[in-house]
C-alpha cells in the first residue's frame, strides 16, 4: 500500500485542521520543507500537499513558493489539492514539478471540464472527494452537496477513464485521530476501478493493517505522524512500502 504522508499549508506554514475547521487550526512550525525532508528521510517515497488558502478561495498563489521549495528539497513524487479549479491553475501548478493534482469542487460542479481536462492531462489529475455524512462537500469543506460522494465517483468514471485517482476523504475523521470509516472507503471503493487512496483518521499501526487487509491501494497519513501516535517509519513496514 502506498502511504503519502500529508503536509498541509496555510499562510506558507504546515498546519493541520480538525474535520476541516479553519478555526480549529494546530500550526506545526514555520518551515513545510523541513517536515518534507523529514518525511523523505523517515523513507517516505511521496508527498500529499494541501493549499488551505487556495481551497477556500483566497490568494491562490501564496503557497506556491513553499510547494515549489518541497519538491525540489525532497525530490519525491508530490502531489497538490487545494483550489484546483481551471486549467490555468493546472499548468501553473505542474510547472511546478508536482506529479499530479486533486481536483475537488471543480470535479462536482462541471464534471465536463473535468473529464477533458484529465483525457488532456493523463494520469495527472485526481478526483478529491470528500464526504461529510456521504454528501459531497466543497469550497474547502465550507458547503455540502447533494450529491452521494459514491454517485460522484461513478458519474465522473463514466465520464473518462483517465483518472488518476481518487482521494476519498470523510471529513468527520480527519484530524480526529478516530480511526478511517471503513464502511465508506469499502462502498468508494467497490464504485469504481479507480484506484483509491483513503484519507481522514488514518491514526494507528491497526488501521494501516486493516486497509492493507483490505487491499487499500493508497493511504494519506496526517495528524498521527505529527503527533506522535505513529511513527512513519513503522506506517511504511506495516504498508509495505519500503
Not at 480538525?18 to 480549529?24: A, I, K, N, V
Not at 514555520?30 to 523529514?38: G, K, N, S
Not at 470523510?170 to 487512496?197: K, S, Y
Request: proline letters at 4%.
Amino acid at each position: 500500500m502506498e502511504i503519502w504522508p500529508a503536509i498541509d499549508l496555510r499562510h506558507g506554514k504546515p498546519v493541520r485542521l480538525r474535520q476541516g475547521d479553519y478555526d480549529r487550526q494546530t500550526v506545526f512550525g514555520d518551515d513545510p520543507v523541513e517536515f518534507a525532508i523529514r518525511w523523505r528521510d523517515a523513507g517516505a517515497k511521496r508527498l500529499h500537499l494541501v493549499d488551505l488558502d487556495a481551497a477556500r478561495g483566497d490568494d491562490p498563489e501564496r503557497n506556491r513558493d513553499a510547494v515549489k521549495k518541497i519538491v525540489e528539497a525532497t525530490g519525491l513524487q508530490c502531489e497538490l489539492g487545494g483550489g484546483v479549479r481551471d486549467e490555468q491553475a493546472i499548468e501553473a501548478l505542474l510547472a511546478l514539478g508536482l506529479s499530479r493534482l486533486v481536483v475537488g469542487s471543480a470535479a462536482l460542479k462541471e464534471p465536463d471540464w473535468f473529464a477533458s481536462m484529465c483525457e488532456k492531462y493523463p494520469g495527472q489529475l485526481a478526483a478529491g472527494i470528500d464526504a461529510r455524512d456521504g454528501m459531497v462537500a466543497t469550497d474547502g469543506w465550507l458547503e455540502t452537496s447533494s450529491t452521494p460522494a459514491v454517485e460522484l465517483a461513478k458519474d465522473l468514471r463514466n465520464r473518462t477513464d483517465k483518472i488518476a485517482a481518487i482521494i476519498y476523504t470523510d471529513i468527520a475523521r480527519d484530524g480526529m485521530m478516530r480511526g478511517p470509516n471503513f464502511e465508506g472507503l469499502a462502498q468508494m471503493a467497490a464504485a469504481t476501478d479507480i484506484p483509491l487512496v483513503a484519507s481522514g483518521g488514518v491514526t494507528t499501526l491497526d488501521d494501516v493493517r486493516k486497509l492493507v487487509k483490505v487491499e487499500m491501494p493508497a493511504a494519506i497519513v496526517g495528524r498521527s505522524i505529527y503527533d506522535g501516535a505513529m511513527q512513519l517509519e513503522e506506517v511504511l513496514d506495516v504498508a509495505g512500502d519500503r
